[in-house]
């Protein structure tokens, strides 16, 4: 079975620290993707990485960076958290055009 | 802006019934499209993927492609209150070879015991 991990299930943190949010899939997976979903809004996809220390935009970016040093793992970064980074977070991982399977999301608030 | 579009619902059926969530999309070239479940506070999870036109059975779960008319659709047999979730529709990209999908709003789905 494939399995994502992600680091924290429930995160609180204050307006302006630097966030760590890590994933990790067990499956040799090339691509890997970060989301955020909110309520009435559905799955917005942050950034993903279809290579080891390859990365392209999503459709949210603003505000966040990623990093990918091995190919199990991939860091989203919140460099100044606010309080509109408040949500919960889903990293997912595919084999090339195949299906994406979820981590079980991390939900960070920011106060 | 490729789309996909769902109905959000709430989709209220008695226990026993057959639910059926439909999904249109905008990607003419799409090939790969998926159906997740979410339940409220989890992370989605994969039900069923179809590549090709027509129907495709799994246990109580049948999904449905017609790529001339650009809709999927899952139909849910025998519906139990344990099927209360959301349910996602995604469509992989057409264009490149990123893994990148497209994912509708949901549609929530109630089954009333």
């Known amino acids: 079975d494939v399995k994502v991990t992600q680091s924290s299930r429930y995160l609180v943190k204050r307006t302006g620290e630097k966030v760590f949010l890590e994933c990790v899939q067990d499956m040799d997976h090339e691509n890997m993707f970060w989301y955020r979903q909110d309520p009435g809004l559905g799955l917005r996809l942050i950034y993903f990485s279809y290579d080891v220390k390859m990365k392209e935009k999503g459709d949210i970016p603003e505000g966040y960076s990623v990093s990918r040093e091995k190919k199990e793992r991939f860091s989203l970064i919140l460099e100044s958290a606010s309080t509109n980074q408040t949500s919960m977070y889903l990293c997912?991982?595919?084999?090339?055009?195949?299906?994406?399977?979820f981590g079980p999301g991390t939900r960070l608030t920011v106060l | 802006q490729k789309e996909v579009e769902q109905n959000s619902g709430p989709l209220s059926v008695p226990e026993g019934a057959i639910a059926s969530l439909n999904c249109t999309y905008s990607d003419r070239g799409s090939q790969s499209f998926f159906w997740y479940r979410q339940y409220s506070g989890k992370s989605p999870e994969l039900i069923m993927s179809?590549?090709?036109?027509g129907d495709k059975e799994d246990g109580r779960f049948t999904a449905q492609l017609n790529k001339a008319s650009q809709y999927v659709s899952l139909l849910i047999r025998d519906s139990q209150p344990s099927d209360s979730a959301t349910y996602l529709c995604?469509?992989?990209?057409?264009?490149?070879?990123?893994?990148?999908?497209?994912f509708g709003q949901g549609t929530t789905l109630q089954v009333k015991p």
């Open positions: 995604a469509v992989k990209e057409a264009r490149g070879n990123t893994g990148k999908l497209i």
């Open positions: 179809i590549y090709s036109n």
């Open positions: 997912a991982s595919n084999l090339k055009t195949r299906e994406q399977f």
